[in-house]
């Protein structure tokens, strides 16, 4: 027979271990942010996307069929935007691989989402940019961004043709 307290002992120096592990690698799974110690809220996640996008300097605007760059405009705030285009933003979660045009976003393996380095979420926003023409002129162009999110909100852009 085994001794109970060989027993105990490899309980208490690899099965609590492995417990612990196997849980704070299933939080990570799901999108857990151990910085916050929650989940973050759809409307964070809109707002971390929207904040990102529109603190860039310039953004992709189709002209004549080519993608041109030109300085925009800033929006005040996200509660601005959304009073605009209450129909402008979606989460697609844990689908950014399947919805996004694959030459964005970096390959992925099933290690990356439980490492927590790997992309949950995919944030759509129907982005009006507003920008000055060569000529001055202000105009006005809706591209669709998109943003994968890391579990703590960390964006990376991606960039997505908008559907005719």
């Not at 996004?100 to 927590?116: T, V």
């Not at 060569?134 to 908008?162: A, H, M, Y």
Request: charged share 25%; aromatic share 14%; net charge negative.
């Amino acid at each position: 027979m085994i001794d109970r307290i060989l027993l105990l002992a490899i309980f208490i120096f690899i099965g609590i271990p492995l417990t612990m592990l196997s849980i704070f690698y299933s939080l990570n799974y799901s999108g857990f942010c151990f910085a916050k110690m929650r989940y973050l809220s759809n409307e964070e996640k809109l707002r971390i996307a929207f904040d990102y996008n529109n603190r860039e300097d310039t953004l992709p605007v189709n002209v004549d069929g080519k993608i041109k760059f030109y300085e925009h405009i800033k929006y005040a705030s996200f509660d601005e935007y959304i009073k605009e285009n209450p129909d402008c933003c979606s989460i697609n979660h844990g689908e950014a691989y399947k919805i996004a045009q694959s030459s964005f976003i970096p390959e992925s393996s099933f290690l990356d989402p439980i490492s927590g380095l790997g992309f949950r979420d995919l944030t759509v926003i129907n982005f009006k940019v507003r920008y000055l023409d060569e000529n001055g002129n202000q105009r006005v162009q809706e591209v669709r961004l998109g943003n994968t999110l890391r579990n703590c909100g960390r964006p990376v852009s991606i960039w997505f043709d908008k559907e005719p």
